[in-house]
Structures are given as structure tokens and as C-alpha cells.
């Protein structure tokens, strides 16, 4: 999870300590936050075997390999094969990056929240069994 402050994690995760401060890797495939219970090896394997075990089911290999549209087919394949050269590239980062044990807080990489931020991700409150449409949303 990545704790921006417009989100409900930023309060769950003000005090935690921020290890990558490169906002452009805040994504699914970095970690950003410091764990107090696993270390960052684990974290790497742990993520590797995810995308080994939903990239080796039987669906995502007959997707890649047998899928009858040529086009699909080539652009599953292209993406195994990003994935193949990924790999060893994040590995490699991981064991050369700079090891950092302290950083930031949260709350003191990002600020404290702005006005109507930390309701930014709220949902908007409906009457129940009414459906909501972009007009009844712009006049709540």
C-alpha cells in the first residue's frame, strides 16, 4: 500500500518510516515503507513468487503460448518477455541499491494533509436504493 496523504492509509501509516523517497517508484513493485517484522529480502521473495506462481498458471501459459488470435498471442508473449528481463535487472537493484535504515516518517515526507484532502477517497453518502449519477454526484 502506498500511504499518500489524500488516502485513509497515510493516518494508519503516519509514524511508519518511508525507505524509498523517489516518489516515481511509489508503484506495486517497490517497497516503500520500512517493515518492522520482515526483512527487505523477504519482501523481494515474496513478491517474486507471487509473479512466478500467477505468471505459470495453466491460463496466463495458455494465454502466452497457445491463444488463437496472433495479435493477443504476440502481445502476452512480448510481456513474458519484459517480465524475463525484469527479473534480473530488479534483483541486481535490490542487492547493489543503497541501504538506508532510517528515513522520513510518513507524515514528515509528505506534510500533514490539506484542506478536504483526507476526504478525497471518502465515498460520496447515498439514500439507500438509489443509484447515483454524475449530476446527483456534483450537487452533494
Known amino acids: 500500500m502506498t500511504p499518500h496523504r489524500w ?3 497515510f493516518r494508519i501509516a ?3 518510516r518511508v525507505i524509498q523517497t ?3 517508484r511509489w508503484d506495486y513493485k517497490h517497497q ?3 517493515t518492522r517484522h520482515m526483512p527487505p529480502w523477504r519482501t523481494l521473495l515474496w513478491v517474486k513468487l507471487t509473479e512466478a506462481v500467477l505468471q505459470a498458471r495453466p491460463k496466463a501459459l495458455w494465454r502466452t503460448y ?4 496472433p495479435g493477443l498471442r504476440h502481445a502476452m ?3 513474458a518477455q519484459m517480465g524475463r528481463r525484469v527479473w534480473p ?3 541486481l537493484h535490490f542487492l547493489l541499491r543503497r541501504r538506508t535504515r532510517t528515513g522520513p516518517s510518513v507524515a514528515a515526507f509528505w506534510g500533514a494533509p490539506q484542506d478536504g484532502e483526507e476526504n478525497a477517497m471518502r465515498p460520496v453518502p447515498r439514500k439507500p436504493g438509489v ?3 454524475a449530476d446527483a454526484l456534483r450537487a452533494s
Not at 497457445?66 to 488470435?69: A, G, I, S, T
Open 7 to 9: 488516502t485513509p492509509f
Open 14 to 16: 503516519a509514524e511508519r
Open 22 to 24: 523517489d516518489r516515481r
Open 32 to 34: 516503500v515503507l520500512a
Open 66 to 69: 497457445l491463444q488463437p488470435d
Open 77 to 79: 508473449r512480448w510481456y
Open 89 to 91: 535487472y530488479e534483483i
Open 131 to 133: 443509484r447515483a449519477t
